[in-house]
């Protein structure tokens, strides 16, 4: 099948046509700045109409959550303009071709789980688990072998689980949640309240030279991740978890990770490695599900 993947994120729009894995006449855009529904719409005129002919079918995957072909968020505001965006009936305005879409965390899952398949035998692996630390913390799940979204498309969102509940508040309203503790944001949040303060890069820096805030740090986020995979090995006996974003795959953090889940009971225990898939997790983990879901 070709495909024609679309990546929707907060700054870009990537676009590629997608066949076995392979990506070709690859092209990106900014996201509308103004986020609004006519811009966003625009914009997925534009790319879909410069592939016509050349895909069986539309992959898509999106930042926030996609329930029932629209898309929203935990906390609508984050997208302005866009919230309640009628994605799939968007762009089935512009072709006649089956259209699915996922949220970009789910999608990533999708091509991380593809990847088992080169290193090992992947019938082994039925339950596994994506998880993204970067300015937020997301998941995506692979249960018996097939990817979980979820009757309201929010199965993964796992950085909203609980953490701490005299944690910070989170964005989505809660408190404590694990991304209010572990995530870029939430690392950010501390350092710049200190009488030096620095962005999460520099964090990581400093962390890297052993100093003391900046270590303590980084320890509370990777403990925060480490419970969070103990909590679902626990809960849905996962076999493996892959960990990416720009924290989670930052030098040292993911051996951290490690540590603090080795010192728990076997049975919150499973094998922690780093994303392999890349920037273009998100065009090939979508392409590669629909695809699945036509060969059903």
Known sequence: MHCLALDIGGTKIAAALVENGVISERQQISTPQD???????????????????????????????????????????????????????????????????????QAAVCAE?????????????????????????????ILNGELTTGVNGIAGHIGHSLADPNGPMCGCGRQGCVEAIASGRAIEAVASQWT???????????????????????????????????????????????????????EGYLPLVQQYLQAMPAFYQCPVEPARSGADAGLLGAAYWLTQQYKE
């Open 196 to 250: 030096e303060p620095c962005s999460p890069k520099e964090v990581f820096e400093r962390f890297r030279k052993n100093d003391e805030k900046a270590t303590a740090l980084v320890q509370r986020s990777a403990r925060a991740i480490a419970n969070l995979i103990a909590d679902m090995v626990i809960s849905l006996d996962i076999q493996k978890v892959v960990l990416g974003g720009s924290v989670g795959l930052a």
């Open 35 to 105: 986020q609004s529904a006519q811009g966003m719409a625009q914009a997925l005129k534009t790319l879909v109409t410069q592939y016509a002919g050349q895909f069986d079918a539309v992959a898509v995957a999106s930042t926030g959550i996609i329930n029932r072909g629209v898309l929203t968020a935990l906390n609508p505001k984050n997208l302005g303009g866009l919230a309640n965006f009628p994605l799939k009936d968007c762009i089935a305005r512009y072709t006649d071709k089956p259209i699915g879409l996922l949220n970009d965390v």
């Open 113 to 141: 789980y593809q990847l088992q398949d080169q290193a090992q035998n992947k019938s082994a692996v039925q339950n596994f688990l994506f998880i993204t630390v970067s300015t937020g913390v997301g998941g995506g799940i």
